[in-house]
């Protein structure tokens, strides 16, 4: 996996099939995005990013709470691999994140994992 550190962001890059990027603020780490190649969706590559991501984080940020906003991103056309808001709910929550206490009108369905 290719990692580059630039400022407060930590990019992911995964062989041509993934990607991905974090934002570190104080102990707060926020999943911005995840994605994978149109042509390698369902097959696990999703689930594999984000477990190198949350390794990465629990070796470098000690203790820290890591948050995302799962937000279905549409690319035209007629895909239907993509996950609708539920399913990337369920997603989460099968790599254990959980509905977070601290939603706002801006991210109302913000998910928390501490590590």
């Known amino acids: 996996m290719e990692i580059m550190k630039k400022d407060n962001r930590v990019y992911f890059k995964e062989k041509n099939t993934s990607y991905g990027n974090i934002s570190i603020s104080e102990n707060t780490i926020k999943i911005e995005l995840i994605r994978v190649i ?24 000690k203790h820290a709470k890591v948050i995302l906003s799962p937000m279905p991103i549409g690319f035209g ?26 939603k706002t009108r801006e991210e109302p369905y913000l998910m928390v994992r501490y590590v």
């Open 77 to 102: 056309g007629d895909d239907k691999s993509q996950f609708n808001l539920e399913q990337l709910i369920q997603f989460y929550k099968s790599h254990k994140f959980k509905e977070s206490s601290e």
């Open 38 to 61: 149109e042509e390698f969706r369902g097959k696990g590559f999703a689930s594999q990013l984000l477990e190198k991501i949350m390794q990465y984080i629990q070796e470098h940020y």
